[in-house]
């Protein structure tokens, strides 16, 4: 694909002023062909595997980067889901040690995450997927660059309510291993989950990609927020149809950057390496400026989590979308617009404002590309009540046919309000008052949610 002159010149202005970077290129590698019933064997064939495929990664990403000015933020790895790979194995403790195997290769390869210690449990739980899950707290407390996600409903079959409780004392459990619960945001629960997900945690290599795929995830909130602020001084939004073309216009342009940078990434690493698709989600960081929330107050809402909020979050993602598609036939994964909170200075400030709370954050998931993500809870918060959290949150993706998430950390001794610093990317918590009310009696019936009318559609 070509780049017009013009198109490369703003792209320089983007990246040099506005916060515009590659947020990631995530390898994805199929493991499924992996003796799985042999622990020793099984760790041998995967780091070999994983090293094999994904050693140049980082060098040549740093190629790229070099030459076309882009930056790239994160080179990731994503896998088979583990309790696939490993579905011979019959204790928690040997998911434990194949996390540390991941763990090592990625260390090795020099990536910043490896995505994929994750089991898909929306029909019901093998006894694999019930190791896997049971592994999580240690695993995950152990590692430093392994990521799990477990995905507990579709739209097809419902949520899996027995999945949901269990995994929030999973959560509960990872979370009491450190005191900022650390562990706990490298783990995410969906309904919906997509196989092209480039993004951490959430990220693996779903069964119906090729043994391996590059996926691109691009970035810009930065860039929007500044697009949208010069329009606004220079008087030229007259009305709403002018904020939905510029945003169109811009993601435009971010996604043939990002394709562009993915595919010769892809071209340098060679064969069986395919290029996959380019995730067009506005990501935010702690960097001032580059936030969700501040787009949305330079569109007019005095303070995000105000009434008009989610009206505003869902022509962005609208108009984000139909930029991406526009510009490419392989927009793919989450694409839309990310709302984690410690990730967005902007959230956390609103949040400390008391615009933001726990429960319009629900409703802004509902147009949004994700879910509750990044949110942080008392670490007294009960499990069954983090277990209804989570089920409205995913009620809300298999009613709507969408993708929704819940990364939480519940932190061990605070309390509303109060500030966890957890550094770099993943800025800095501000813990969320929880309703007192209870659902222990909802959560402990069982079973499953059927799943809605609508998709009964053959």
């Known amino acids: 694909m070509l780049l017009t002159s013009k198109e490369i010149h703003e792209t320089i202005r983007m990246i040099e002023e506005e916060h515009l970077d590659i947020r990631t290129v995530t390898l994805g590698i199929n493991l499924l062909d992996a003796p799985s019933k042999n622990l020793e064997a099984l760790c041998r064939f995967v780091y070999d595997r994983i090293y094999d495929r994904a050693r140049r990664l980082v060098e040549f990403a740093q190629e790229a980067e070099d030459r076309y000015g882009i930056p790239i933020v994160n080179k990731r790895i994503s896998i088979t889901p583990a309790a696939l790979v ?52 240690m695993a995950l407390s152990q590692t430093k660059r392994v990521c799990g996600s477990i995905n507990l409903g579709t739209t097809r079959t419902g949520l899996n309510m027995d999945a949901i409780r269990h995994m929030a004392y999973v959560i509960k459990d990872l979370a009491s291993r450190d005191s900022r619960a650390m562990g706990c945001a490298k783990l995410v629960v969906f309904c919906n ?199 409205d949150e995913l009620a809300i993706g298999m009613v709507n046919n969408k993708t929704t998430a819940v990364r939480i950390l519940p932190v061990p001794n605070t309390r509303p309000g109060d500030r966890v610093d957890l550094g770099g990317l993943l800025g800095e918590l501000i813990i969320m008052a929880v309703p007192p009310y209870g659902c222990e009696g909802f959560v402990n019936l069982r079973g499953f949610i059927p799943p809605p009318i609508h998709s009964v559609r053959n």
């Open 86 to 137: 490993g579905s011979g194995l019959k204790h928690p403790e040997e998911f434990v040690a194949l996390a540390s195997t991941l763990d090592k290769v990625a260390e090795d390869c020099g990536v910043d995450y490896l995505a994929g210690f994750s089991a898909l449990v929306h029909k019901g739980a093998t006894e694999a997927d019930m190791c896997l899950m049971n592994s999580i707290p």
């Open 193 to 391: 989950a997509p196989e092209d997900n480039p993004f951490i945690a959430g990220a693996f290599h779903g069964v119906g990609c090729p043994d391996v795929q590059l996926n691109v995830g691009v970035s810009g909130p930065g860039v929007v927020r500044a697009a949208l602020q010069r329009a606004r001084n220079q008087g030229r939004l007259q009305n709403l149809q002018d904020v939905a073309e510029m945003v169109k216009k811009i993601a435009f342009q971010i996604t043939r950057a990002g394709e562009f940078v993915g595919r010769e990434v892809t071209r340098k690493l060679g064969e069986p390496v395919k290029f996959g698709i380019v995730d067009l989600s506005l990501a935010p960081t702690p960097a001032l400026g580059d936030s969700i929330a501040d787009i949305i107050e330079v569109m007019g809402v005095e303070s995000t989590g105000a009434p008009g909020t989610t009206a505003a979050l869902a022509m962005l993602v609208d108009a984000v979308k139909k930029g991406g598609v526009m510009a490419s036939t392989s927009v793919g994964g989450l694409s839309g617009a990310f709302i984690p909170v410690s990730e967005d200075q902007g959230m956390v400030n609103a949040t400390a404002r008391g615009s933001l709370s726990l429960e319009k954050m629900e409703a802004m998931t509902a147009v949004c590309s994700v879910g509750l993500d990044m949110v942080a809870v008392p670490g007294d918060t009960p499990a069954t009540t983090i277990a209804g959290i989570i089920a």
